[in-house]
């Protein structure tokens, strides 16, 4: 112990070498001169002899040093709170260690203390007191861990210990410098548990490069008890009148406090708000009871860290209200415990509702990483992929490999490990929940986060397969209201099969309405019905499920049954016959569709003389019923409508771009068809009208298609229509 007269020290600066000694080589170089002059006569070089291998420490400016760790280590200030209380764990799990071995006796030995945290707040005084019940040290190792920056004592404690520390939170040994970010000066007055007599030691300074290490005294320390003295009894209907009564003794118990005196600056953390705020968002599952002002604050317990067998609902429920800050329950829960890549324990929730669709700005991540049960970052952008960012939770690991600040991993490999396992291992569960309970996920989880999961789909190549398993749509062969997975629809195909089919259109009463549907009346094929433009962009990026291709209805030269090979096949044979019946009849009435000459000719003026800038190709079609044409090879409607959605699009023009020239299929059916081959080939004034009732054709096509980016655009030519017929009668 040492003497009550005051010591004054340099501090020691040992920084932590992977070697205790480091190696430096010094080799001298040939020495170079300057050139000879023309007077002098030349000599040769002179080289200078090498001197002997010599090997040094590194040194260091201490007090530069002491001000990059208090002042530029660390991203916010509010840190220093996180640190110390860190620092108070460590001395109560000590402590606990020693007695639970009984190392030095310690187990008969003990002041029976509870082991806390405590915390004051003056406000007046602007400081602030952080004590512990913990281990304590003796002014030696006052001197040897305060002293020296970056020795850590918590992790020299668990290296020597019998068995594993799993609870032990500091390993860098730079964590009690922050104090010094907000504060002038810090006082620790510590009594180790090894001592039997005597109140302990005191440890000084001001961050300035030197520091104090004297005997304490009784009035270094107390102990402060609050209570509540009754003035008036009772009576009358009259409550009794009390007022709070403080008492201080001098601490004789094991531990350690920390007094800060708060800079001017920094008095903003001298409130006991602000220091609630701070312990609530980083120590508040310290395992440990932590005290401020008297009033217990980490009264939640890191539920992450108990068995998920043993966790009822009840306290998932009130966990999840902690963590969100919200008021509704969660819809599913998955809580488990992993060694790869790393040990880690693992709580996340799928909320009730997002808030996206109410116009509120895209959410940011929602889970948090801790290291043994203390925030290392809070809704963690890296720990899962953005498209889960409606996912809540936690995630700890007690051997996570960390920045100095404990405010990052150092590993961005192992943290990508990490995701990947974390994203598979919540994929696996969402699917259990599918089967286990699939109503209530088709009517409760898909309609509020099946977007999340198409996102997934757009943006997680490596996932998409398992994505795509989750996703769900209406079919033709389903009612209204009714999902399927693509899984069920491979289910339903025909062996033959080779494609899943899919049509994108606003409504359902659209997509069955739509002429690309005709294709599949009367056929065994099945049609997914997409009804916003973001399904049309995952069945794009999907292109493929369990190795059938995804084939939109819209596509051109689309086969169903094999049909098209046949119909063509049976044209081809009535166009004979047509010509072998002679010229008896005239043009477009020789049959109940158009031959496939007048099919031809009739493409080809529609394509150089109807429509040049807007047809690129023109052909006939077996695929329609109904309807008269068709667009097929287009820029995707969906497409599209994406472009739209893009911030600026509309501003900017990308989402009302030129369509450009489409591929126009007709149906030699169609009376109207039938009708456009005639009033062409007469030329005059029906010719004219068969232009303005070809434009119509084909703008019907483009808005069946879905890709009319501004109906308005269609006016002008409905009116030269209406015009025609009041000119005709």
Known sequence: MLSSSRLSLRLSLRLPLLSSRASVRLQARPALQLLPSAAAPARPYATSRASPEKTAAFKAETRQLLDIVTNSLYSDKDVFVRELISNSSDACEKLR???????????ERGDGAELEIRIGVDEAAKTITIQDSGVGMTAEELEANLGTIARS???EFAASADSEMGDIIGKFGVGFYAAFMVGSKVTVVSRSAKEEVGFGSVWESDGGGEFSVRAATETDDVDTETAEVILEEAKDGKEAVTEKSTTTTPRTKTGSTIT???????YEFGTKGRIEEILKKHSNFVQFPIY???????TMEAVWSQMPSE??????????????????DPMYHLHYRADAPLEIKTLLYVPSFHSEKYGMGRMQPGVSLYSRKVLIEKDSPDILPEWMRFVKGVVDSEDLPLSISREKSQDSRLIAKLKTALTRRFISELAKFAKKDSEKFKTVFWPEFGS??????CQDYQFQEPLAKLLMFESSKNKKGELTTLEEYVGRCPPEQKDIYYLCAPSRELAESSPYMEAFEGSNKEVIFLYQPLDDFVFSNLRQFEQRQLVTAEKGG???DGKEDADEKKEGEEGKDDEEEGDGKKEGEKGEKLSKEEGEKLCAWIRGIALPERVEECKTTTRLASSPAIVTGHESGALRRMMKMVDGAAENGGGS??????????????????????????????????????EQVFNNAIISAGIVDDARTLVPNIDKLLMAMVDKK
């Open 97 to 107: 260690h020693l007695q639970a071995t009984n190392a030095g006796g310690l187990a």
């Open 153 to 155: 004592g918590s992790r």
């Open 260 to 266: 800060i005196h708060l800079k001017e600056t920094d």
């Open 292 to 298: 401020l002002n008297g009033e217990r604050v980490n």
């Open 311 to 328: 966790v009822k609902a009840d306290t998932h429920k009130a966990f999840y209200k902690f963590v969100t800050g919200g008021f509704d």
């Open 452 to 457: 999340f999961l198409k996102e997934g789909v």
């Open 558 to 560: 689309l086969e169903v």
């Open 657 to 694: 771009g030129d369509l450009g020239k489409q591929v126009l299929e007709i149906n030699p059916k169609h009376p109207l068809i039938r009708a456009l081959s005639v009033m062409s080939a007469e030329g005059g004034d029906k010719e004219e009208l068969a232009k303005i009732m070809t």
